[in-house]
């Protein structure tokens, strides 16, 4: 059994994005980020840092897709992953977040509620 985070959000470009959190392993407390779009309608360019902020803290998560285990067909050209670990650990607080994805997503926020049942999936 692996506990996990999956939501559907919208941009601010009203686009339509799936977000999932997972362990990157059984065994880890190391997060992985996946952010799946619309199969055919857009190609995430690997690597990609994806940006993040909550009012005046900003976070870069680097992109991980071309070095995780799943193999590649599993992912097509429409999904990126992340290591969210770096965020998780500095945040807190259940606030609210805004992602950011140079040429593919503008602005995605990501509601307090959502953050909360991040940090949950590390304890």
Known sequence: EIKRSIESLRDIDYQTWQVIVYP??????????RIVGFPGSLRFDHPTNLIINSGRKNWELKDITNK????????????????????????DKNRPLRLSLPGLINDLPIPPYL???WRTLVQ
């Open 24 to 33: 990157s392993s059984k065994v880890s407390k190391n997060l992985n980020l």
């Open 115 to 117: 953050v909360s049942e």
């Open 68 to 91: 995780i285990k799943v193999k590649s067909d599993v992912l097509n050209d429409s999904a990126a992953e992340f290591d969210i670990g770096p965020l998780i650990a500095d945040l």
